[in-house]
């Protein structure tokens, strides 16, 4: 099976960085896509980045990459403010080995922006 482990969440003061990294592994032939979703409290789940995309609220304080010889995501955060708290979710798409594609979704860390 194939599992997403998220880590850099945390606690930050505003005007921080926080840095999230997102690690697939398991029985994976390629990923097609991955990125970065968060859900803030009442709030629906949105999309933050993936390699082509920004959400208006984080384009040019945000920044993804990604390193595909070790199917790892990244999301670089500056100038983070108290609107990005949430828990933020890694997503894959992925293709296994003998088998389909599916999509996956890591457990979410939580982001907390507060002074």
């Known amino acids: 099976q194939v599992q997403l482990v998220e880590s850099g969440g945390g606690l930050v003061q505003p005007g921080g960085s926080l840095r999230l990294s997102c690690a697939a592994s398991g029985s994976i032939f390629r990923s097609s896509a991955m990125g970065w979703y968060r859900q803030a409290p009442g709030k629906q789940r949105e999309l933050v980045a993936t390699m082509s995309t920004y959400a208006d609220s984080v384009r040019g304080r945000f920044t993804i990459s990604r390193d595909n010889a070790k199917n790892t995501v990244y999301l670089q955060m500056n100038s983070l403010k108290p609107e990005d708290t949430a828990v933020y979710y890694c997503?894959?798409?992925?293709?296994?080995?003998?088998?389909?594609?599916?999509?996956?979704w890591g457990p979410g860390t939580q982001v907390t922006v507060s002074s």
């Open positions: 997503y894959a798409r992925i293709q296994t080995v003998g088998a389909g594609t599916s999509d996956y």
